[in-house]
């Protein structure tokens, strides 16, 4: 399967962005989706998973939880990532990945990556 993140952008403090992820390629299920981001000068971190039935969602301890959502449609192979709220904090490279292992946590979980999307959040 191949990713396909789009939906980055420059938006002030406090906007919102949807961004998605576009799956082509073998069969879309049964990959937990993972959005990752990684900002100038830092490792890329894990921000949040959806399992591949959607029913089961995974935050990092940063302080996304409460202004993003991740959701999935499996019958479009598409996963999004919804963020409310943003902060200048959230400026980064996003990116969307897919993995089979029982851990989502660390990059190298993640089996297949998107290439990435621009988030740029100005204050």
């Known amino acids: 399967v191949q990713l396909q993140a789009s939906g980055g952008g420059l938006v002030q403090a406090g906007g919102s962005l949807r961004l998605s992820c576009a799956a082509n390629?073998?069969?879309?299920?049964?990959?937990?989706m993972g959005w990752f981001r990684q900002a100038p000068g830092k490792e890329r971190e894990f921000v949040t998973t959806i399992t591949w039935l959607g029913g089961s969602t995974y935050f990092a301890a940063h302080s996304v939880q409460g202004r993003f959502t991740i959701s999935r449609d499996n019958t479009k192979n598409m996963v999004y990532l919804q963020m409310n709220n943003l902060r200048p904090e959230d400026t980064a490279v996003y990116y969307c990945?897919?993995?089979?292992?029982?851990?989502?946590?660390?990059?190298?979980?993640?089996?297949?990556w998107g290439q990435g999307t621009l988030v740029t959040v100005s204050s």
């Open positions: 390629g073998r069969p879309f299920s049964p990959y937990a």
């Open positions: 990945a897919a993995t089979t292992s029982s851990s989502w946590i660390t990059p190298i979980e993640y089996s297949i």
